[in-house]
Antibody, heavy 114, light 112 residues
Framework: EVQLVESGGGLVQPGSSLKLSCVASGFTFSSYNMHWIRQAPKKGLEWIALIYYDSSNKYYADSVKGRFTISRDNSKNTLYLEMNSLRSEDTAMYYC???????WGQGVMVTVSS | DVVLTQTPPTLSATIGQSVSISCRSSQSLLHSNGNTYLHWLLQRPGQSPQLLIYLVSRLESGVPNRFSGSGSGTDFTLKISGVEAEDLGVYYCVQGTHAPYTFGAGTKLELK
């Protein structure tokens, strides 16, 4: 059974940093591109980052470019999202997802507030 | 960036009714490799999204065949042939042809 389990969320102050993790199981993680998507409260889905299976390419939404970094460790079946200079508008549920948005985690909440 | 315009924003249906959702793209979603990376998702209340249709018209494993997708280029449609209660929620189209990838704003399907 495919599982994606996110962790690392929480309440942080504006300007601070946070690193999210997504542990994958049930499929060959190292063969697949992976995404991060977020959803602000009562809002729609927003794609924020993609990393190729071998980390050779990374793409970001303009809203997070230069502040967020996607990475992966295929030896640990883990996807990461390092978030710096957090703003109130980054408050959202963050999901990791598979290449065709076929696998999704349960999400992890990030709240940026003073 | 590619803008995906979903219509209608809200859809009221009775059980058994057939409905369609449109997703129009600001540019062609045909990739140079010949694939069209347009997918449809359903997010039920309180749940993570789930994939229904990928690559325009391919039914994801385990998804009932009352769901179907069609379209090409910039115009795409998701059809539900006979709505069931479990189909209620918000439907999103998403494109994976042009980075940055983008989602439509969503269509909320509710019971009439």
């Amino acid at each position: 059974e495919v599982q994606l389990v996110e962790s690392g969320g929480g309440l942080v102050q504006p300007g601070s940093s946070l690193k999210l993790s997504c542990v994958a199981s049930g499929f060959t993680f190292s063969s697949y591109n992976m995404h991060w998507i977020r959803q602000a409260p009562k809002k729609g889905l927003e794609w924020i980052a993609l990393i190729y299976y071998d980390s050779s390419n990374k793409y970001y939404a303009d809203s997070v470019k230069g502040r967020f970094t996607i990475s992966r460790d295929n030896s640990k079946n883990t996807l990461y999202l390092e978030m710096n200079s957090l703003r109130s508008e980054d408050t959202a549920m963050y999901y990791c997802a598979g290449p065709y948005f076929d696998y999704w985690g349960q999400g992890v909440m990030v709240t940026v507030s003073s | 960036d590619v803008v995906l315009t979903q219509t209608p924003p809200t859809l009221s249906a009775t059980i058994g009714q057939s409905v369609s959702i449109s997703c129009r793209s600001s540019q062609s979603l045909l990739h140079s490799n010949g694939n069209t990376y347009l997918h449809w998702l359903l997010q039920r209340p309180g749940q993570s999204p789930q994939l229904l249709i990928y690559l325009v018209s391919r039914l994801e494993s385990g998804v009932p065949n009352r769901f179907s997708g069609s379209g090409s280029g910039t115009d795409f449609t998701l059809k539900i042939s006979g709505v069931e209660a479990e189909d209620l929620g918000v439907y999103y189209c998403v494109q994976g042809t042009h980075a940055p990838y983008t989602f439509g704003a969503g269509t909320k399907l509710e019971l009439k």
